[in-house]
């Protein structure tokens, strides 16, 4: 399954470490946040005040195509 904006935002992290520096870069506190495994990544985007589409893409070009 690629990422999507209804993934959960703790199942990406952990499916694809690499998508770390990418919430890191978009100063997304989600890195250790328990509310992590909650949310989804459209749900954090709209807390941070991130840009869903620009967002995701960044995900996407680090290699985390998909997600287990």
């Known amino acids: 399954m690629a ?3 209804d993934n959960l935002v703790d199942d ?7 998508t770390i520096r ?13 509310i992590a495994c909650y949310h ?3 749900d954090a985007c709209r807390e941070h005040g991130v840009d869903r589409e620009a967002f995701v893409d960044a995900l996407r070009s ?6 287990a």
């Not at 990418?22 to 946040?33: E, K, S, T």
């Not at 680090?62 to 997600?67: F, M, R, S």
């Open 12 to 18: 990406v992290m952990r499916g694809a470490p690499e």
């Open 3 to 5: 990422v999507e904006f």
């Open 62 to 67: 680090v290699g985390a195509k998909t997600i």
């Open 22 to 34: 990418v919430f890191l870069q978009f100063r997304m506190g989600c890195v250790g946040c328990p």
């Open 40 to 42: 989804t990544v459209d």
